[in-house]
């Protein structure tokens, strides 16, 4: 019996976006244009227009209307220096295997793993968005409300509720998977045929725990008519009093959000998600007849899986009665029955330039069965799928080799794509209808806008935020396509210790599943005229966006041009170690898409695209260096440039809102691009790391990525930061790993 164990645990700490330069601001060097409104000076829809308390009024007394003043950026909220830039997290990995040999051809085998995380995300402090979000927002500041100056009905306010603390989620990941089976091999006339079925069942679940969270219908009571009785403020009317309540004050600042009102509104939240995986599998394998280049080999199999998904959102969220995002219960599961075979096929051996040619052929065939509910009506759905592969590997001589695949492509969507319930989002979008942007827009533009209810000049837009509804479609289709592979491996015996292998691939996808942003849907209604994505654009009376709905959909097609390449290169000395040089690489030539009717041959054929995080070149390159007991590795990260649109306004930097030109690329403006472009800059990052084996059967390893400290680029676009994910966050990161055998 063979018993295998392995157990890592592994910490690591918060970085807050206020820690760090480019991050301590919603966007790099505009200290406040895009701070939130919403913040501790409130925001108040009255018949005067938008106001705020002046900031040199806060303090006690009783508030009138003359305390207040027209809404302008001295009033907006710096919400980043309160989120968390990196989350701090737990980890614990178990990972143990058992081998039972019954005899030389039956043997058993189980498999375990368990992985536990424990993380904890925060963003700021709640920001009540009454008025100026979705349904559940829809409540008004009652003009008999005790605290409330203005003598009428406010339909719409705000204010960063600072005083209950920031939003802290605290996460619970256990995941376990299990699979155990018998394996052997039997003969049939001569030849050896390998076989094993299995078993293995997965259950994940995610626990978390919300805290600093405000009740909506709390806050409907304290925001509602009040009353003073026996000198105690109190909700509602003398007649009809809310037991518990207490009336909300935000008409002085923080000062006057005291933590009776905070502990009132304030509430806790616990979210659920459960998922599930139970597969069979049997699977044969072998050579069954010899040909004279060789034998024939063969595999072939059968799979059956079933994979569930759970969402149990908090009841008051599901209710819609909670400041988090609002999210529907998710229920679903798919069950798939696959079959497969494989042959590889010699046709030639031992030729003058062949010193071997293979052919493969293989299929697959597939019946998926999906089930689930789209809020409380069910919904199933079926679809099947025959895939089949060719390919040939060719061996000139020892030290060279071409390769080439074709292959049909197939890919079901999962059970989340096809029934996830709609999540609340609030994406950072600029309506091209806002007051800011409907000047620059063109007369087209500006008609389609106008036509959908906005006003003359364009529609008021207090955040840079706008409110999305993302879910699943129970409508989707699998994806189809197919994929061309073409590589060489060159082993060259006159260079002994080094390798390389190029791949050129292209992959063509029909009824690809694409998501369209919340900026994607209004760019497509008003900019482009697309009036199919109108319907998914919800406003509101006034002209302002209520919801943009969004979701994925098979509109596209897709074709993706590009070659991998990596090359190793090792060699020993007698006095200075051992050394090794390894380059991995990916140049992507062409990606193009294409939506609805437009034909893949009429897109534009772009790599770098515009506020796309798609990369034309990426690549590594390590350094290792070894001697005796001691490693060291140097390695490098290259990630080539990008460009996105820009959106701030050349006027910013005249006008004291930024303190320097943010886009460098103002000349390319277009009508979809009116204030031109920014361009990102490749990158290069360097990383460190040694590591050494200890006496006592143990290795210790130390590094640092990001060695230099290298700043990601400054861009305009990302939520709540100013750099893309395909960059490092900025400054470096140490760590240290200890590895005991027993």
């Known amino acids: 019996m063979l018993l295998f164990l392995n157990v890592s645990k592994s910490e690591e700490k918060e970085i807050g976006a206020g820690d760090r330069t480019i991050s301590e601001t919603p966007v790099a060097y505009v200290p406040q244009r895009f701070g939130s409104a919403f913040g501790l000076y409130g925001i108040f829809n009255t018949s005067e227009g938008f106001q705020s308390l002046d900031p040199e009024k806060e303090g006690a007394g009783v508030r009138t209307a003359d305390d207040f003043e027209p809404f302008g ?9 309160t989120n968390y830039l990196k989350t701090p997290s737990e980890r614990l990995n178990v990972f143990a295997k058992v081998n039972h040999e019954f005899s030389d051809t039956l043997s058993a085998f189980v498999n375990f793993t368990y992985n536990q995380r424990k993380s904890v995300t925060q963003i700021a402090a709640v920001p009540l968005v009454a008025g ?23 339909t719409a306010f705000g204010f960063r509720t600072l005083p209950i603390g920031p939003r802290t989620n605290i996460q619970d990941y256990d995941t376990y998977f299990i699979t155990g089976g018998f394996e052997g091999e039997f003969e049939i006339a001569d030849t050896s045929l390998f076989w094993d079925v299995s078993m293995s069942r997965g259950d994940s679940s995610r626990n978390e725990h919300g805290e600093n969270f405000v009740n909506l219908q709390n806050l409907r009571n304290a925001v509602g008519p009040s009353f003073v009785q026996d000198g105690v403020a109190q909700c ?15 008409f002085n600042g923080e000062t006057g959000f005291t933590d009776e009102m905070a502990n009132y509104i304030g509430y806790e939240l616990n979210n659920q998600v459960k998922t599930g995986t139970t597969n069979f599998t049997a699977n044969i394998s072998g050579e069954i007849f010899e040909l004279p280049a060789g034998f024939v ?6 799979e059956k899986r079933t994979n569930t998904y759970v969402d149990n959102p908090d009841s008051v969220v599901a209710a819609g009665l909670s400041s988090s995002n609002f999210s529907e219960p998710t229920n679903g ?76 492509t197939f890919r079901a969507p999962s059970v989340n794509n096809l029934f996830a319930g709609g999540g609340e989002g609030f994406p950072s979008t600029q309506d091209p209808c806002n007051t800011t942007q409907f000047p620059l827009q063109s007369a087209a533009t500006q008609a389609r806008c106008i036509a959908d209810g906005v006003p003359d000049g364009g529609s008021i837009q207090p955040t840079g935020q706008l409110r999305s509804l993302n879910g699943g479609n129970p409508g989707l289709q699998p994806e189809e396509g197919n994929t061309t592979t073409f590589g060489v491996v060159y082993n060259p015996s006159w260079l002994d ?14 009824d690809a599943l694409s998501s369209i942003s919340a900026g994607g849907m209004l760019n497509n209604c008003y900019v482009q ?29 897709l074709e993706v041009e590009g070659v991998d390449f990596n090359a190793n290169y090792a060699f020993q000395t007698n006095d200075y170690g051992n050394f090794n040089f390894r380059l991995n690489g990916s140049y992507t030539d062409s990606y193009r898409t294409a939506g609805l009717e437009e034909s893949i041959d009429d897109a534009v054929n772009q790599v770098a695209r515009i506020d796309s995080d798609i990369l034309r070149w990426r690549g590594t390159f390590n350094t290792t260096w070894s001697y005796d007991d001691l490693t060291v590795t140097w390695g490098m990260r290259y990630t080539s440039e990008l460009t996105e649109s820009c959106s701030i306004p050349e006027s910013f930097l005249e ?5 320097r030109e943010l886009c460098n690329m103002r000349s390319a403006t277009s009508e979809d691009y009116p204030s031109g472009l920014n361009r990102i800059g490749s990158v290069t990052y360097h990383d460190l790391s040694a590591s050494y084996v200890l006496p006592w059967q143990a290795n210790v390893r130390v590094g640092m990525r990001n060695v230099f400290r290298k700043e990601p680029p400054v861009a305009l676009n990302p939520f709540a930061n100013s750099f893309y994910s395909v960059h490092d966050i900025p400054g470096g990161t140490w760590f240290v790993n200890y590895k005991q055998d027993f």
């Not at 696959?338 to 010699?346: D, G, K, V």
């Open 655 to 659: 006008d004291g809102l930024a303190t």
């Open 297 to 302: 080999g063969f595999a072939a199999g059968y």
């Open 529 to 557: 005229g697309e009036s199919e994505f109108c319907g998914f654009v919800e406003r509101r009376s006034d002209g302002r966006i209520a919801t943009v709905r969004t979701s994925q959909f098979n509109l596209s097609q």
């Open 236 to 250: 509602g009317t003398a007649d009809d009093v809310i037991s518990g309540c207490v009336p909300l004050n935000l």
């Open 497 to 510: 210790g080094f390798d390389m292998t190029v791949d050129m691939y292209k992959i063509e996808l029909s």
């Open 132 to 154: 100026f979000s979705g349904p559940q927002w829809e409540i008004p500041y009652s003009k008999d409300n005790i605290y409330n100056p203005f003598g009428e009905d406010l």
């Open 333 to 408: 599961s798919q069950t798939a029955e696959e079959s497969y075979f494989e042959f590889a096929i010699p046709l030639l051996s031992e030729l003058p330039g062949v010193q071997s040619l293979e052919l493969s052929i293989a299929g697959r065939f597939s019946d998926f069965e999906n089930s689930g509910f789209v809020g409380t009506n069910p919904v199933t759905s079926k679809f099947d799928n025959e895939s089949f592969k060719f390919g040939f590997t060719w061996r000139v001589f020892d030290d060279l080799m071409f390769r080439g695949n074709y292959s049909d």
């Open 73 to 81: 950026t001295k009033h907006r909220y710096n919400f980043a220096p």
